[in-house]
């Protein structure tokens, strides 16, 4: 058997990050190391280990733990970050690339990041653009190997953080997915479980360049992850 792929995890505590732990349950193939600002529960049987430490020290933790992939799932939400622009950016720009920037100075091959539908720097959404400007700025370090995810709307548990029109939307998305064809068909809701497959799959694959994965890349990426043996459960 090979030698397991060392993935590094920062965003541990957010829906996708905390959806990437337990997809992790089991696994031999792989393993995880979390980096947060804050303590997580850890899912039970996981074997990882998870760092929390100021944004400022996570190249540090980068460095001695030397993963071979990383993936991003750092982002906040607009009301979050009290509707300040700056706010925003800090979070969804400043320390994702400042991140991206420490991965790539410590040797980390493979960068995978959670964006979002519609990111363009061209946009009139300031979300959209946002997302676009981190994009373009991520493909300027030049990993061997970067995949950035661009989900619609996320379905999953995320714990207190709903706002009324965001839950309608995720009870309403299976039959909004249906009507969403053709160039459309890249807005579908999406389940939180499918993009940490896809991350994971994604994170484990030498082959080298840059990839833009919309919803059916997505799910076939997710359908690409190996499965786990039945005495590894």
């Known amino acids: 058997m090979s030698d397991p792929v060392r993935i590094g995890l920062i965003g541990a505590t957010g829906l996708i990050g905390s959806t990437v732990m337990r997809a992790c349950v089991g696994r031999e193939d792989l393993r995880l190391t979390g980096i947060a600002r804050r303590e997580a529960k850890l899912p039970s049987g996981i074997r990882m280990e998870l760092f929390v430490a100021e944004p400022d020290k996570w190249g540090e933790v980068i460095e001695a733990v030397r993963p071979r992939a990383m993936i991003c799932a750092l982002g906040t939400t607009w009301n979050k970050a009290g ?9 969804d720009q400043d320390l994702v690339l400042a991140t991206a920037e420490a991965a790539k100075e410590y040797g980390v091959e493979t960068f995978v990041h959670v964006s979002s539908v519609g990111a363009d720097v061209a946009s009139k959404t300031f979300y959209l653009r946002v997302k676009g400007e981190v994009e373009r700025d991520l493909a300027k370090l030049r ?29 309403a998305a299976p039959i909004l997915n249906l009507l969403l064809h053709g160039q459309f068909r890249k807005y579908r809701g999406v389940r939180a479980e499918t993009v940490a497959d896809a991350a994971l799959a994604l994170a484990m694959r030498p082959v080298r360049g840059r990839f833009v994965h919309d919803h059916d890349a997505i799910l076939r990426a997710a359908r690409s992850l190996p499965q786990l043996a039945a005495d590894e459960v």
């Open 143 to 171: 990993f061997n190997r970067l995949d950035i995810l661009r989900p619609g709307l996320l379905r999953g548990n995320r714990a207190n953080d709903r706002r009324p029109a965001e839950r309608l939307g995720i009870a």
């Open 83 to 91: 509707q300040d622009e700056a706010a925003f950016r800090a979070v």
